[in-house]
């Protein structure tokens, strides 16, 4: 599995990215992270199949403001950020873990076998 993440950028508090992580492998289950300046890695959304449908996660921090979606066709998730805030400055990595190994904790990607290199997000107030 090999992950490549797009879209970083810095914008102005209330602005929006687009992320993208181009997925190679076939994982079946994704997650996105983040880490700030000092900080750990946290996980912010996660997608995963079940029963025939894909269920999404987000962390408290982003949830209504940032959505997970992904392209079976293009290979590609996607993370759509909307109302930005200085707090969501950080590194963003895209992650991932094959069938059989997806852990999910309280519904979010858990210890995930993959890593993609990660893109820069920086807002600005």
């Known amino acids: 599995v090999e992950l490549v993440e797009s879209g970083g950028d810095s914008v102005q508090t209330g602005g929006s990215l687009s992320l993208s992580c181009e997925v190679s492998?076939?994982?079946?289950?994704m997650g996105w992270f983040r880490q700030g300046p000092g900080q750990g890695r946290e996980g912010i959304a996660s997608?995963?199949?079940?029963?025939?449908?894909?269920?999404?996660y987000y962390a408290d921090s982003v949830k209504d403001r940032f959505a997970i979606s992904r392209d079976s066709v293009e290979n590609t998730v996607y993370l759509q950020m909307n109302n930005l805030r200085p707090e969501d400055t950080g590194m963003y990595y895209c992650?991932?873990?094959?069938?059989?190994?997806?852990?999910?904790?309280?519904?979010?990607?858990?210890?995930?076998?993959?890593w993609g290199q990660g893109t820069q997000v920086s807002v600005s107030s």
């Open positions: 997608i995963w199949p079940y029963n025939g449908q894909d269920i999404k």
């Open positions: 492998g076939s994982p079946e289950c």
């Open positions: 992650a991932a873990s094959r069938r059989g190994d997806c852990r999910m904790v309280r519904g979010a990607l858990s210890k995930p076998s993959y």
